[in-house]
């Protein structure tokens, strides 16, 4: 299994409801520090400005099942619709995923894990909380809660940047 730093410098994984780029401005966020950003129902502007300031962005499934309780064929038809509308909307591959956090627990399992692996994803975010280390399964990395202001964001960014001159 390559691990994460193999393909991506991750530095930081957050999901969220509005553009994201006056924060990531704001804290001199660079491409080069690779943030991980799940949008959630938001316009493809936003997505595709994202993208074009050189930012990751990922699908999230269709309907937001917990991919724990529900049958393989129905998870990899999630993953693979939502990756492939994605990519579309983009017009460019989208290699991450960020799985769905619904009130069951667990959220996720190691078959949704291999599922998402089965239908090309790279990297994706669980419903577990924490900061990525550079050994954890890229599949499988921890997330850092969404937040519904930008005062927020820069909150979690710089407490995930810790340590970081900001």
């Known amino acids: 299994m390559m ?17 994201p780029i006056p924060a990531l401005r704001k804290l001199s966020v660079e491409e080069s ?34 991919l724990a309780f529900v049958a393989p064929e129905e998870v990899r038809g999630e993953l693979r619709e939502s990756k492939q509308r994605m990519e579309t909307q ?45 050994n954890d399964n890229p599949l499988g990395l921890k997330r850092v809660r969404p937040t519904k202001t930008v005062e927020g964001l820069e909150w979690t960014l710089a407490s995930a940047f810790a340590g970081r001159a900001l």
């Open 33 to 66: 520090d690779t943030v991980v950003i799940v949008l959630g129902s938001v316009s493809s502007y936003y997505l595709k400005q994202l993208a074009q300031h050189g930012h990751i962005v990922g699908s999230h499934t269709m309907t937001h099942p917990n």
């Open 90 to 134: 983009l017009n460019a591959p989208v290699p991450h995923f960020s799985y769905p956090c619904p009130a069951l627990f667990p959220n996720w399992t190691e078959q949704t894990v291999e599922e998402s692996r089965r239908v090309g994803y790279q990297t994706a975010v669980t419903t577990s909380t924490g900061l990525t280390r550079r």
């Open 3 to 19: 691990s994460a730093s193999s393909t991506l410098q991750i530095r930081a994984a957050v999901a969220l409801r509005q553009s």
